[in-house]
C-alpha cells in the first residue's frame, strides 16, 4: 500500500508542478454572499460560473475517497462530505508565474498528508488563464485544519501576486455524488463573492 501511495503521490506532485497553472486552495468562505459581477479577463466567455471549454485536468481525482478502478469518488457517506472548491484568474507575466509555481508545491505537497483529505483534483485552462481546484474532506475541521497550516497561509499571502482579481473560494456540505462534482462547484462559484 505504502509503494502505491509513493507512486501516486509521485506522479502528482511531477503533474501538478509540472502544468500551470494548477494552484491549491482548499477552502473559504461559504457561498452566502449575493452574486456579483466581475470582469475577468480575457474574455466574457471565461466566468467561474462555467467550467471552461478548454479545460484540463493535469492529473486524476485522487484520495482515498476515490475508487482506483474507476478514479470516481466512492458514494457519500451518511453524514456527508465537505466540499471546497478555488477558483483563480491568473496574471500571465512571467515573475506572477514563478511565483505560482513556488506556492503551488507546498500546497500540494501539503495536502497529500492532510488527515481527513478525502480527493482531490485540479483544473487549468490556458484559454480562461485560470485554475480551479476541487476537494473534498471528511468534514469542516480536517479542511480547516489545512488551512491553519503553514502551507496554505504562504500561498494565501502570496495570492495577490498571482491572481489579476475576480478569484473566488467557497465551500459546501454535500450529501450526494452530485453535490460533489466540477459542476456543481462551478455553480456554488457563480454565488460566491470575489474574494482576490
Not at 459581477?37 to 479545460?55: F, K, M, Q, S, V
Request: net charge positive; glycine share 8%.
Amino acid at each position: 500500500m505504502h509503494r502505491i501511495t509513493h507512486r501516486v503521490t509521485h506522479r502528482i506532485t511531477r503533474a501538478s508542478l509540472a502544468c500551470l497553472p494548477a494552484f491549491v486552495l482548499a477552502c473559504g468562505a461559504t457561498d452566502a454572499a449575493a452574486p456579483r459581477e466581475t470582469a475577468l479577463a480575457p474574455g466574457a466567455h471565461c466566468t467561474r460560473a462555467a467550467l471552461e471549454a478548454d479545460i484540463q485536468y493535469p492529473m486524476p481525482l485522487t484520495g482515498p475517497g476515490v475508487d482506483p478502478a474507476t478514479g470516481k469518488l466512492i458514494a457519500v457517506p451518511p453524514a456527508g462530505y465537505v466540499v471546497s472548491t478555488t477558483y483563480l484568474a491568473l496574471k500571465s507575466d512571467a515573475a506572477s508565474n514563478a511565483r505560482f509555481q513556488e506556492l503551488l508545491g507546498p500546497v500540494i505537497s501539503e495536502l497529500q498528508r492532510q488527515p481527513g483529505l478525502r480527493a482531490l483534483q485540479v483544473s487549468n485552462s490556458k484559454g480562461c488563464a485560470t485554475a480551479r481546484t476541487f476537494t473534498v474532506w471528511q468534514d469542516e475541521a480536517a479542511m480547516f485544519a489545512f488551512v491553519a497550516g503553514a502551507a496554505h497561509g504562504s500561498a494565501s499571502a502570496g495570492i495577490a501576486e498571482v491572481s489579476r482579481g475576480g478569484s473566488a473560494v467557497t465551500h459546501w456540505h454535500a450529501t450526494t455524488l452530485d453535490q460533489a462534482s466540477w459542476a456543481y462547484a462551478a455553480q456554488r462559484l457563480s454565488n460566491a463573492a470575489a474574494e482576490f
